[in-house]
């Protein structure tokens, strides 16, 4: 990372923010700043101008500074021309929806920012996903293979990623929750159009264990998002929401807990009717099935 002193009131209040593990207030600032954006040379060709970009990892960023002295402090003095754009302008020409926007990359006020939350930002809304969800309802889909653990053999833990059930109540099918909760992957155990799902629904206690999975593809994407911890398989964004989504679901990331008692299993069916299907005995380790309920 570039030494770098911040050149005015702005920067020194982004570099507080992120000091003080603040993202709002950082993106706020953002909100209102007047971007710097690198251009080269022969980059307006029939009046389009064309975006500076940077690759952190695996994945292309659009370049962008908070002022024209960290700019050339950013690209070691790559670029003599530029162009201001604030960011509300920037979201309504976002150029390419796989790639990001990098702030300051290489400085100590960088972030990065997939494009719906560059869009989120210019709408006005900053809000992120909280470091640790407070205690609600938890949700975990169970890989179909998992299914027999469960029911069969009483097994009692959830590991991964998690989601609070009322940021995907409106995900009502199997096929919904597979296309929308990032289980779409090559090799994923969830067929595209499942027949039936079930879920595991249990009171999110202790939420040092739920971490957002702060991260990237690659080791150079992970160092370059804040308190980035996760390394994870594309389309992963490691910004705290689940890649891919119509919904903004905030996902969370535990390396394995135990389930309380009276920890719920629902079935899904195709057509999105949902039936309890069994319920957990903490005590004696073991799932009680209902009827109606198994699929």
Same mark, same amino acid.
């Given at each position: 990372?570039?030494?770098?002193?911040?050149?005015?009131?702005?920067?020194?209040?982004?570099?507080?923010?992120?000091q003080h593990d603040d993202p709002a207030s950082y993106l706020r600032l953002l909100a209102d700043l007047d971007l710097?954006?690198?251009?080269?040379?022969?980059?307006?060709? !029939?009046?389009?101008?064309?975006?500076?970009?940077?690759?952190? &990892?695996?994945?292309?960023?659009?370049?962008?500074?908070?002022s024209a002295r960290a700019m050339a402090a950013g690209t070691g003095g790559g670029f003599e021309s530029y162009r201001?754009?604030?960011?509300?302008?920037?979201?309504?020409?976002? /150029? !390419?929806?796989?790639?990001?926007? =990098?702030?300051?990359?290489?400085?100590?006020?960088?972030?990065? #920012?997939?494009?719906?939350?560059?869009?989120?930002?210019?709408?006005?809304?900053?809000?992120? /996903?909280?470091?640790?969800?407070?205690?609600?309802?938890?949700?975990?889909?169970?890989?179909?293979?998992?299914?027999?653990?469960?029911?069969?053999?009483?097994?009692?833990?959830? =590991?991964?990623?998690?989601?609070?059930?009322?940021?995907?109540?409106?995900?009502?099918?199997?096929?919904?929750?597979?296309? !929308?909760?990032? #289980?779409?992957?090559?090799?994923?155990?969830?067929?595209?159009?499942?027949?039936? #799902?079930?879920? +595991?629904?249990?009171?999110?206690?202790?939420?040092?264990?739920?971490?957002?999975?702060? &991260?990237?593809?690659?080791?150079?994407?992970?160092?370059?998002?804040?308190?980035?911890?996760? +390394?994870?398989?594309?389309?992963?964004? &490691?910004?705290?929401?689940?890649?891919?989504?119509?919904?903004?679901? /905030?996902?969370?990331?535990?390396?394995?807990?135990?389930?309380?008692?009276? =920890?719920?299993?629902?079935? +899904?069916?195709?057509?999105?009717a949902q039936s309890l299907a069994a319920v957990y005995d903490a005590d004696l380790r073991t799932w009680h099935r209902? =009827?109606? &309920?198994?699929?």
């Open positions: 990372m570039v030494r770098y002193e911040p050149v005015d009131e702005t920067e020194s209040a982004m570099l507080a923010a992120l710097v954006l690198p251009m080269a040379p022969g980059s307006v060709v !029939n009046g389009q101008v064309a975006f500076a970009t940077v690759e952190l &990892g695996e994945r292309t960023h659009v370049a962008a500074y908070s201001k754009v604030r960011l509300a302008a920037l979201a309504e020409q976002w /150029p !390419n929806e796989r790639w990001w926007l =990098a702030v300051d990359a290489g400085l100590p006020l960088a972030m990065n #920012l997939a494009p719906r939350l560059v869009r989120q930002v210019a709408s006005g809304d900053f809000t992120v /996903p909280a470091r640790r969800p407070t205690p609600a309802a938890m949700q975990k889909v169970v890989p179909p293979p998992m299914l027999p653990a469960y029911l069969d053999a009483g097994y009692g833990f959830v =590991a991964g990623y998690v989601h609070r059930w009322q940021d995907t109540r409106s995900l009502r099918t199997p096929a919904d929750l597979v296309a !929308n909760l990032g #289980l779409a992957f090559p090799g994923s155990p969830f067929p595209a159009e499942p027949a039936e #799902l079930h879920v +595991i629904r249990w009171p999110g206690y202790c939420a040092d264990l739920y971490r957002v999975p702060y &991260g990237g593809t690659d080791e150079a994407t992970v160092h370059a998002m804040p308190d980035g911890w996760v +390394i994870e398989h594309p389309p992963f964004l &490691g910004n705290g929401y689940v890649a891919d989504s119509r919904l903004a679901v /905030p996902e969370y990331k535990v390396d394995s807990v135990r389930l309380p008692h009276h =920890a719920e299993m629902w079935r +899904i069916a195709a057509d999105g209902k =009827a109606g &309920g198994e699929g």
